[in-house]
């Protein structure tokens, strides 16, 4: 292996692992908040790819223009799914929560079905199309400006949740539930806004990819995966940890499919899931 | 009401049910795919109870043990020619130990992680079948035609395969029937509502969950062998997707999970709202049926979380309090809003 | 039987990242005994239950049960060897009924389900909740609730009760009776080691008492000589 093929593997690693942060920092903030995992965070994300589709098959909007579109858009819907659901389930047994995370993820698939087709579905001539070459490295530029957009994003978040008022309380009732609710932190409104703000997320990395990645009803079940791997290998409510973990298994992504096979590059980053929870269950940045 | 009269009625209940549809065929004399649809999605629902409902550790990966099935059996009686009766007890056995390797660090896992890594763990193996030449990878493996009968099980007509399934739905309820009587299902129970106090009063909970994930996973690889034996050709795609691990759980969820009949109703709810979403809104793949079904399941979440059944105990309660000569309610103080 | 005592604790103390929960705790048990374990929150107490029934494996020194180390071994050997528990926050099966509940304990001597019920029968009507058997245990008051802790954990035919705050919330009246309950399972040779607020509840039945302060065990002596202890007076004045 030349170390120009080398480098254009990390990049690639690179540039995919920024977008899988993006995914699961939504999901570990939510994850951190309320101790919920939320099996429908893929459903997010394919909901923000047909929002960008729409807009550019209606509205000739191009989905680089349509993100902050998207992004409120997909708030709304967050807030809506909490307001709706998840608060009757807060102190519900645990087998309820899941049964009723893993219900909207069947049920947005199948409107998404129902309403769009199951056909795959692109995004033709986007603003952002063709390739950058960087002397030997090559990649495509609708992944740059993802990439791009995924570290611009997580940044704003990283920025909202430790320099503003709001942000901070956010951050504190991921890291310790009962010690914020005691410092008078309004749990319910937190937990609506956790929810906004992580599919808020997932929709804006739905709308990043849109333009090089098909767009169909199941195609959140591709990244609920791997946002679960990142979640686990950064330590569960960890959004610095996801940030971090997105890239490394962006890399095993890329790297391992490189060198055993492309077709197994999604096993392999499942198995990093299973040596995590037996090698070290908090992942890198989680609590104990 | 005891526990005694409680589950005698339950087993009543299972029995009629199983009578029913032990006698259909005589009626209907051909089957049709909805029948079996529902015996096959009854079966798995049941199997998937026992460690989803009982020991509530929730499992979103079946199809792991269902295409552990298909393909052992199918494989001995293609490369070595044996029958699939002893098929699939060896596809059964090897389930049994594939989910005690898979369960040991999984369990380490409590919920939600639990049923995520499931996930992850079926989700591996698929891609691994997939890409494997000894195993046809994505082409798929065909059972072979010359031969048919009982020592086979390979059948011309549809008759006997009903009996078949009907026969594994009566022995994985049986199963399960056993286990909720048993000191085992006692420990299941206390494990799904306080595991720590369970701990506490000798109840190793590795070892118990152990036992729950193998008995399903040997039961539900009996369903994959059969589903083998009646298709003639199985792939990845029919017997390993992730599609089929959503099904098992969602037949047990939105009947009732952690009951024994629970899974029966759903499969017959569940089946039955695909076919007539099917015939009503014309091809697969309209989505309306994983819309009603989901809506279903949120409801159920949200509302009852021991699903239609639960849902229809509760009506059952209620109704009987406003009806003349009906005992009231006896007053109760929960103690759930006092604990901190 | 063995001369050992029932339990010996050595010098035993438990951290949890740094933060020091018990440090240096030595006593013994012995057999039948009625022991109270008092000292302001945050002493400690429920640490000290925990790493005597498996729950947490201590950082420093040794657990003995009729001889045989325990340090560090899990709650179900614990359990098998004949130390039970009830919890702080109760913890009842909420799906099963009360008898149900109790039968789980009774399993651990006896897998058959009848006979495991029998022996619930007996316990239930030790505790006075024959009446409430087949009531789901979640529709049970928390005094019930508690009461249908200690049968659980007697149904495991226990040598040794830990008793976890189950007079905490209860009125005068309920007080004599756990008191009389506690009694009766010394009347049965069993012993008990009881963390207790309830002062009233405690002092008049404890054969000896146990007094702990920031992890640390201040006083070790009969009810009468406790209550006239200065440490154990400016340890709770200065709560």
């Avoid at chain 3, 325990?70 to 009924?97: C, D, H, K, N, Y």
Wanted: with cysteine; net charge neutral; aromatic share 8%.
């Amino acid at each position: 292996m030349t170390a120009d093929i080398l480098i254009q593997v990390l990049v690639s690693g690179l540039l995919i692992g920024l977008i899988y942060a993006l995914v699961a920092v939504g999901l570990t903030l939510i994850f951190g908040v309320m101790d919920i995992v939320n099996f429908a965070h893929g459903e997010f994300l394919m909901l923000g790819m047909y929002a960008s589709f729409w807009a550019f098959a209606l509205f000739a909007i191009d989905p680089i223009v349509a993100l902050p579109l998207t992004a409120l858009l997909l708030f709304a819907v967050g807030v809506i799914v909490y307001q709706t659901v998840i608060r009757r389930i807060l102190k519900a047994p645990m087998l309820s929560q899941i049964f009723a995370t893993f219900g909207l993820m069947i049920l947005l698939r199948g409107l998404a079905q129902f309403f769009w087709k199951p056909d795959h579905r692109l995004i033709p001539h986007s603003l952002v199309s063709g390739n950058i070459a960087l002397g030997p490295v090559q990649f495509g530029l609708p992944q740059f400006v993802a990439a791009l957009g995924a570290v611009g994003v997580t940044g704003a978040l990283w920025m909202f949740l430790h320099r503003t008022r709001l942000g901070t309380a956010l951050e504190a009732t991921a890291i310790d539930r009962e010690a914020a609710t005691l410092m008078g932190i309004d749990g319910q409104k937190m937990f609506a806004l956790a929810w906004g703000i992580g599919a808020a997320c997932a929709g804006l990395a739905g709308g990043l990819i849109a333009t090089f990645f098909p767009i169909f009803p199941e195609v959140g079940s591709n990244f609920i995966l791997i946002a679960f791997v990142v979640v686990v290998l950064g330590g569960f409510g960890s959004v610095t940890g996801a940030f971090l973990a997105g890239i490394i298994v962006g890399l095993i992504e890329v790297l391992g499919g490189f060198l055993v096979g492309p077709e197994y590059k999604t096993a392999i980053v499942l198995s990093l899931l299973l040596v995590v929870l037996l090698v070290r269950p908090r992942g890198l940045l989680g609590k104990a | 009401m005891t526990t005694g009269t409680n589950s005698s009625r339950k087993a009543m209940g299972t029995a009629a049910l199983l009578a029913l549809a032990a006698v259909l065929p005589l009626a209907i004399t051909e089957p049709s795919q909805q029948n079996f649809l529902i015996l096959m999605g009854a079966q798995m629902g049941v199997a998937w109870n026992i460690v989803g409902g009982y020991a509530g550790q929730v499992s979103l990966g079946h199809a792991v043990f269902y295409g552990i099935g298909a393909y052992t059996s199918t494989m001995l009686l293609t490369v070595l020619g044996l029958t699939p009766w002893i098929g699939a007890l060896a596809g059964g056995l090897l389930a049994s130990v594939f989910a005690l390797a898979m369960g040991w660090p999984c369990f380490r896992l409590k919920g939600h992680y639990f049923a995520m890594a499931t996930i992850a763990v079926a989700e591996i193996m698929q891609i691994l079948v997939t890409n494997s030449d000894f195993l046809e990878g994505a082409v798929g493996l065909y059972l072979p035609m010359d031969r048919s009968g009982w020592g086979w099980l390979i059948f011309l007509s549809k008759l006997p395969y009903y009996y078949v399934i009907l026969g594994l739905l009566v022995l994985t309820v049986l199963v399960s029937w056993a286990i909720e009587r048993s000191h085992i299902g006692y420990y299941f129970r206390a494990i799904k509502d306080e595991p720590e106090a369970a701990r506490a009063l000798g109840v190793s909970l590795t070892r118990y969950k152990l036992i729950a994930l193998s008995v399903s996973a040997f039961l539900t690889a009996l369903g994959g062998s059969f589903y083998a034996q009646k298709e003639m050709f199985i792939d990845p795609g029919s017997v390993f997707a992730g599609t089929i691990s959503i099904k098992i759980a969602l037949i047990a969820i939105l009947g009732g999970v952690g009951r024994l009949t629970g899974p029966v109703l759903g499969a017959v709810i569940l089946i039955t709202i695909e076919e007539y979403s099917r015939t009503l809104f014309g091809s697969t793949g309209s989505g309306t049926d994983m819309i009603i079904y989901a809506a279903m399941i949120i409801l159920v979440a949200v509302f009852s979380p021991s699903g239609v059944l639960g849902l229809l105990g509760d009506l059952h309660r209620h109704l009987g309090r406003h009806l003349p000569g009906a005992k009231p309610a006896e007053a109760k103080t929960s103690a759930k809003e006092i604990r901190p | 039987m063995n001369t050992a005592p029932l339990l010996a604790v050595d010098g035993m103390g438990k951290a949890f990242d740094g933060l020091i929960a018990n440090r240096d705790i030595s006593f013994v048990v012995h057999h039948g005994e009625i022991i109270g374990l008092i000292g302001p929150n945050g002493a400690g107490k429920t640490t000290l239950f925990n790493c005597l029934a498996g729950f947490h494996t201590p950082t420093t020194g040794r657990i003995a049960f009729e001889g045989h180390d325990i340090t560090g071994s899990t709650p179900e050997a614990a359990a098998a060897l004949g130390i039970a528990r009830t919890f702080q926050i109760v913890r009842v099966f909420q799906s099963m009924t009360a008898l149900e509940n109790v039968m789980v304990g009774a399993m651990l001597r006896n897998k058959r389900v009848a006979e495991a019920r029998d022996r619930a029968e007996e316990e239930l009507a030790f505790v006075g909740l024959s009446h409430r058997a087949d009531t789901p245990a979640s529709d049970l008051t928390v005094s019930e609730q508690k009461r249908l802790e200690v049968a659980r954990a007697l149904a495991t035919e226990p040598k040794l009760i830990l008793l976890d705050e189950v007079m905490a919330g209860l009125n005068p009246t309920e007080v004599r009776e756990a008191s009389a309950l506690v009694h009766r399972i010394h009347q049965r040779g069993i012993a008990s080691i009881i963390v207790e607020h309830v002062m009233e509840g405690i002092m008049p039945i404890a054969h000896r008492m146990l007094v702990l302060d920031y992890g640390a065990k201040i006083a070790d002596g009969t009810p009468a000589e406790i209550a006239e202890n200065p440490a154990v007076i400016a340890a709770y004045l200065g709560e």
